[in-house]
């Protein structure tokens, strides 16, 4: 597999994960007992790392292909 292919999976999933941390950001708005409010702010944060993890990576394999693709246009 190719590092944009990679990068383009751990791109989906960064998208995935926002979309999913603004729901559960709204539920936690609305959430009025304060346990499961503590619990919906740990599953935030711990997803908010996920997602931060991942658009890292997606943009070291996004540079990764870049640079793969200069390699093998120079050595054409």
Known sequence: MKYD???K??????AFLREYIVTL???KKKCRIEKQSE?????INSLYNMYL??????????Q?????????????
């Open 64 to 76: 990764r292909a870049e640079r793969e693709e200069y390699y093998e246009s120079v050595s054409e």
């Open 39 to 43: 619990e919906l702010a740990e599953r």
């Open 9 to 14: 999976e751990y791109e989906r999933q960064t």
């Open 25 to 27: 950001r709204q539920q």
């Open 53 to 62: 993890e991942c658009k890292h990576t997606a943009t070291v394999l996004r």
């Open 5 to 7: 292919v990679w990068a």
